[in-house]
């Protein structure tokens, strides 16, 4: 009698991962889709000074939210910025959304820095990351910007160098 609520609120759990994973792949096969707003925004650098979302379009851009805490996040950091030094080239850009606060960020990046841009998107950042499709609002997340500003690619979860390759050789 006891195992009863345990049962069914796993399978409630179950039914809504499977949910949220399904709704993930539909938006991920959909297409390119607008995010307007997402140009007008500002994200403070974590040692001073400003980016501009508008001063990033035009050229496809790799956005990942991410945070000092997640593991997955602090995982795919490496291949993030292998991916930024081998395709900047080619005309990609790379910024990185710190769902974080600025002190733990500046800790880690003397750590393990990073050529690419970081922003701090603070906890606004999962609210951004749902707008942009993360419904889960779970961490890391990575949206791909074409050059005209579209949603091409999102992921949730870690991504890796071969992932992103494959995303820009098809863009």
Same mark, same amino acid.
């Not at 499977?18 to 007008?40: D, I, Q």
């Not at 997955?72 to 990609?92: I, S, T, Y």
């Given at each position: 009698?006891?195992?009863? =609520?345990?049962? /069914?609120?796993?399978?409630?759990?179950?039914? @809504?991962?499977?949910? !949220?994973? !399904?709704?993930?792949?539909?938006?991920?096969?959909?297409?390119?889709?607008?995010?307007? @707003?997402?140009?007008?925004?500002?994200?403070?650098?974590?040692?001073?000074?400003?980016?501009?979302?508008?001063?990033?379009?035009?050229? =496809?851009? /790799?956005?990942?939210?991410?945070?000092?805490?997640? =593991?997955?996040? /602090?995982?795919?950091?490496?291949?993030?910025?292998?991916?930024?030094?081998?395709?900047?080239?080619?005309?990609?850009? /790379?910024?990185?959304?710190?769902?974080?606060?600025?002190?733990?960020?500046?800790?880690?990046?003397?750590?393990?820095?990073? !050529?690419?841009?970081?922003?701090?998107?603070?906890?606004?950042?999962?609210?951004?990351?749902?707008?942009?499709?993360?419904?889960?609002?779970?961490? =890391?997340?990575?949206?791909?910007?074409? !050059?005209?500003?579209?949603?091409?690619?999102?992921?949730?979860?870690?991504?890796?160098?071969?992932?992103?390759?494959?995303?820009?050789?098809?863009?």
């Amino acid at each position: 009698m006891t195992r009863r =609520p345990w049962i /069914v609120a796993g399978a409630v759990g179950a039914v @809504a991962a499977l949910a !949220g994973v !399904g709704g993930a792949l539909w938006r991920e096969r959909r297409g390119a889709s607008e995010a307007p @707003a997402m140009w007008a925004l500002r994200f403070e650098r974590p040692s001073g000074g400003e980016i501009v979302m508008a001063d990033l379009r035009g050229r =496809p851009l /790799v956005v990942n939210f991410w945070a000092t805490w997640c =593991p997955p996040c /602090v995982r795919e950091m490496p291949a993030l910025d292998r991916f930024h030094r081998e395709h900047a080239g080619r005309g990609w850009q /790379v910024l990185g959304l710190a769902v974080d606060n600025r002190g733990p960020v500046q800790d880690f990046l003397r750590r393990q820095p990073v !050529g690419f841009e970081i922003g701090m998107a603070g906890l606004d950042g999962i609210e951004l990351s749902r707008q942009l499709g993360n419904d889960g609002g779970g961490l =890391p997340f990575t949206v791909v910007f074409d !050059g005209r500003g579209r949603i091409i690619r999102r992921k949730s979860g870690e991504t890796t160098f071969d992932e992103l390759a494959a995303w820009a050789r098809g863009s």
